[in-house]
């Protein structure tokens, strides 16, 4: 399973971004995905999640302003941005819980995508 992430960019403050994260392989289901990110001399922290079904759950820092949401028919998991802050600048990576079969077999583990760059100038 390959997860590519996009959709990153310069963008002021109080202004919006949506970033992709496309899903590829074979014969393979996402589980639970989510959008994590990483600030230059920060630990990595998640900031948005989103189940099999439709339930998600959100950052303190970014509850009201980002919405993550998922196109099943598509592998693509979507984070809307909206209201960004300057504290919101850092390089944003997707994680999926996948299960992929094979020979046989189901496997089921975690995959990364690489991370696409969000800078919001003030």
């Known amino acids: 399973v390959q997860l590519q992430a996009s959709g990153g960019g310069l963008v002021q403050a109080g202004g919006s971004l949506r970033l992709f994260c496309a899903a590829s392989?074979?014969?393979?289901?996402?589980?639970?995905i989510g959008w994590y990110r990483q600030a230059p001399g920060k630990q990595r922290e998640l900031v948005a999640h989103?189940?099999?079904?439709?339930?998600?759950n959100y950052a303190e820092s970014v509850k009201g302003r980002f919405t993550i949401s998922r196109d099943n028919a598509k592998n693509t998991v979507y984070l809307q941005m909206n209201s960004l802050k300057p504290e919101d600048t850092a390089v944003y990576y997707c994680?999926?819980?996948?299960?992929?079969?094979?020979?046989?077999?189901?496997?089921?583990?975690?995959?990364w995508g690489q991370g696409t760059q969000v800078t919001v100038s003030s």
């Open positions: 989103i189940s099999d079904g439709t339930s998600t």
């Open positions: 994680n999926a819980n996948a299960t992929y079969y094979s020979d046989g077999y189901y496997y089921t583990g975690l995959y």
């Open positions: 392989g074979s014969s393979f289901t996402i589980n639970a």
